[in-house]
């Protein structure tokens, strides 16, 4: 079977070349091919010579998933279902602004962790997703939506928010995201890409050390006794742990502060209490908070927080001083909206507490 050198990070695709016989900065070469130009056909990589280009056509391919359906929003969001085998298949969404295009990537078929409010989690877990899996996420996007006119992609920005934990896919994760950062794939800046993580904080620790981007923590709570409810690995890793894990982690991070990520739900985290319990919670750790309105999905019995709910849970933050935006809504006419992505997911049945030690 082929090997797909989407699977390889640059330090794997030099020692795949050093096995053939070939010299390593050839990896340097056609990663520029496959990243930069996009270019799937080994034929077509004009600068590397016809021997190494006929050896790389028998042994080798550039396969990203197939994308099987596309949607478009009102808004712009544009929502990929791609198709990575047995049954399975996750979402990849990209959210165009007017300084950026963020695109949000899955990394596992499904989700272990069984959040409440959280359509993708409700559905069960498969597997993890491969590395070619993941950047194919990328580099079908790219394909989908061109390059601008200063010849660049229109992908600035990557957030890990999509279907699954990815900190629970680590090693697979982290060589996806040196492909994202490598100058000679993406080169995106480790500022402009973005690990979102229910809390796994053996796996914080290990990204920090390792590869090192921006941080956002999924917290929803205030308090162990809710969080443990709505984010049930809470109980394996309590807020006190994660919140040293994020002090840790900044020490290396690429920005000064950590995003909280925080799901409004009406008369379960919405309070002014709840806000300022939040306030005394986080104030020793540089932040900034992201207040998310719910989306709805079916069979949840949670409901939207009003706006004015939303106001003065924000004001309580803000006159911390803590700089807190609300999430625009986007893409929730075509279930694009976070945590509405589903895909599809056979073999549901593989949620298991046990995934948890992997990161060890």
């Known amino acids: 079977m082929p090997q797909n050198l989407l699977d390889f990070d640059a330090h794997a695709l030099a ?6 016989g070939e010299k390593p900065f050839r990896a340097r070469q056609l990663m520029r091919w496959i990243y930069k130009e996009g270019e799937s ?5 004009t600068d590397i010579a016809a021997t190494l280009r006929d050896k790389l056509a028998q042994r080798a391919c550039i396969t990203a998933p197939e994308i099987v ?8 969001t544009r929502k990929w279902l ?3 085998g047995t049954g399975n298949a ?8 007017e300084t950026r295009g963020t695109l949000c990537v899955s990394t596992q078929a499904g989700c272990t962790l069984d959040c409440a409010f959280c359509s993708t989690g409700k559905q069960g877990f498969n597997r993890n997703l491969s590395v070619a899996e993941i950047i194919g996420q990328l580099w079908w996007a790219n394909h989908r939506l061109g390059k601008g006119v200063d010849g660049n992609w229109k992908i600035s920005n990557v957030v890990l928010m ?3 934990e990815p900190l629970l896919n680590f090693d697979n994760t982290v060589s996806a995201l040196r492909l994202m950062l490598d100058d000679h794939a993406y080169g995106l800046s480790r500022r402009r890409v973005t690990v979102s993580t229910s809390g796994i904080v053996p796996a914080m620790d290990r990204l ?17 006794k809710l969080r443990d409810t709505l984010v049930p690995v809470n109980r394996k890793y309590p807020l006190k742990d994660l919140l040293a894990a994020c002090r840790r982690y900044l020490e290396r991070a690429p920005r000064d502060f950590i995003t909280f990520e925080y799901v409004l739900l009406d008369g379960v985290n919405d309070s002014v209490q709840q806000a300022r319990e939040l306030v005394r919670l986080v104030h020793d750790v540089p932040c900034k908070f992201n207040l998310i309105p719910f989306n709805p999905f079916p069979q949840t019995h949670y409901r939207r927080s009003n706006p004015e709910a939303v106001r003065r849970f924000r004001d309580v933050l803000m006159e911390a001083g803590i700089v807190t935006t609300t999430r625009k809504t986007r893409g929730d006419d075509i279930a694009a909206a976070c945590g509405q992505l589903a895909g599809l997911v056979q073999d549901k049945t593989r949620r298991t507490v046990q995934h948890l030690a992997e990161v060890h």
């Open 90 to 97: 996750v979402e990849a969404v990209f959210i165009p602004e």
């Open 208 to 224: 920090r050390e390792e590869c090192p981007v921006a941080l956002a923590v999924s917290l929803h709570a205030p308090n162990d």
């Open 15 to 20: 020692g795949y070349f050093t096995e053939m």
């Open 41 to 45: 056909n080994f034929a077509a990589m």
């Open 69 to 76: 359906r596309e949607e478009l929003s009102d808004d712009g």
């Open 82 to 84: 791609l198709n990575v």
């Open 162 to 164: 999509g279907m699954g």
